[in-house]
């Protein structure tokens, strides 16, 4: 079987274990059927996602040109605490900003390398948490808009870590956490204007990722350094895709790839 299509990070849909899909534009793969299976995934050329030109991909799936331009990768994507959309500010494009910004953002917890404290939007969890391999989450508070979840975050980051290490992760090396006690402990860190919507109620939520082998040395597959590559698949975690010789794929940061797919 041949696919061919521009990557898109992976879809997933919440199950023991979770089942993990890629979306092309005509057709989809259902990744999960396909472990213990030979892969191979040749790099055809590129597709800005924004544009959708054959132009190198700069960051975020998008050509340089556009990563500069796009609302969709503004400073505030990455850095909530910069929102502005509350103020009626325009960063980029104003109408988009008031649609992603002023909608219900959740600080959580999540446990994937080690505990990290994150900021999404609240429809999108669980995916935030399955996209970064955590095998258990909780959620901190519920904010209103993108700005109060973002300083939130700024605040708490000083307590604990706000990025994943992706190799550990990778290599299933993890430890529980009672996360609904550091939640608590957290609370006398929230800004006041953020306090209001703490959650104290909610329980942690554990994710089941299908891998039957997780490698003792991760290295990582670059496309644009090795274009063409063939090996089994042993599993499936976060955005990364596992391979028997101990090499992981990550496919949300070769989105705006074009790539022939077979197996």
């Known amino acids: 079987m041949t696919y061919q299509g521009v990557l898109k990070k992976m879809q997933t849909e919440l199950g023991a274990p979770i089942q993990y899909y890629l979306v092309f534009k005509e057709d989809f793969v259902h990744l999960n059927t396909l472990l213990g299976r030979e892969i191979n995934i040749d790099f055809q050329s590129y597709e800005c996602l924004n544009c959708h030109e054959d132009k190198a991909i700069f960051r975020q799936g998008f050509?340089?040109?556009?990563?500069f331009d796009t609302p969709k990768a503004g400073d505030w994507i990455m850095r909530p605490e910069l929102s502005k959309a509350h103020l009626g500010i325009e960063d980029r494009d104003l109408a988009y900003e008031q649609k992603v910004q002023l909608q219900p953002h959740i600080v959580y917890l999540a446990n994937s390398s080690?505990?990290?404290v994150g900021v999404t939007r609240g429809s999108q969890?669980?995916?935030?948490w399955i996209d970064q391999g955590a095998h258990e989450a909780i959620e901190i508070l519920e904010a209103p808009n993108r700005y109060l979840a973002g300083i939130t975050e700024v605040?708490?980051?000083?307590?604990?870590?706000?990025?994943?290490?992706?190799?550990?992760?990778?290599?299933?090396?993890?430890?529980?956490?009672d996360l609904a006690a550091v939640r608590d402990q957290l609370k006398?860190?929230?800004?006041?204007?953020?306090?209001?919507?703490?959650l104290d109620q909610n329980k942690e939520q554990h994710m089941d990722f299908p891998v039957t082998q997780y490698p003792e040395k991760v290295q990582s597959i670059n496309l644009v350094k090795t274009p063409s590559f063939k090996n089994t698949l042993t599993g499936i975690k976060g955005q990364y895709l596992i391979f028997?010789?101990?090499r992981v794929f990550n496919v949300?940061?070769?989105?705006g790839f074009v790539v022939k797919l077979s197996f």
């Not at 969890?125 to 935030?128: E, S």
């Not at 006398?188 to 703490?198: H, K, N, T, V």
């Open 188 to 198: 006398q860190y929230i800004p006041q204007e953020a306090l209001p919507y703490f």
């Open 63 to 67: 050509c340089k040109n556009c990563f």
């Open 125 to 128: 969890i669980p995916t935030r």
């Open 155 to 177: 605040a708490l980051k000083d307590h604990v870590a706000d990025k994943t290490n992706w190799r550990k992760m990778l290599t299933g090396q993890t430890q529980d956490e």
């Open 244 to 246: 028997k010789d101990q």
């Open 114 to 116: 080690h505990l990290k």
């Open 252 to 255: 949300r940061s070769h989105e």
